[in-house]
């Protein structure tokens, strides 16, 4: 992406660190095309894995399957394991 993008929004993409994210968002690294991406909806299927910039506090959200970007909702779901942001990394909510 050109510099112009940065910093990006929440539920965008494509980060590389959470210097690319706005204010306290941090960058999302995916580690497979299925990873949800917390806080926004759809993107579980899309195919590049492309990671997002997220809030710290967010949790993982669902919506029927897409191949779209992941858009920014509120809505909790339990369908997949909640994260939550520990130090420097995402774990599962107890």
């Known amino acids: 992406k050109p510099k112009s993008v940065f910093p990006l929004s929440e539920c965008e993409g494509d980060c590389d660190s959470d210097h690319d994210c706005k204010d306290d968002l941090i960058c999302f ?6 990873e949800p991406v917390p806080g926004c909806l759809g993107g579980e299927d899309e195919s590049k894995g492309t990671d997002y910039c997220s809030r710290k506090d967010a949790e993982i959200v669902t919506a029927p399957p897409t191949t779209a970007a992941p858009s920014i909702s509120l809505q909790p779901t339990s369908t997949y394991p909640r994260l939550k942001y520990v130090g420097d990394e995402w774990k599962p909510k107890s």
Do not use: A, M, S
């Open 29 to 34: 690294e995916r580690h497979g095309t299925i």
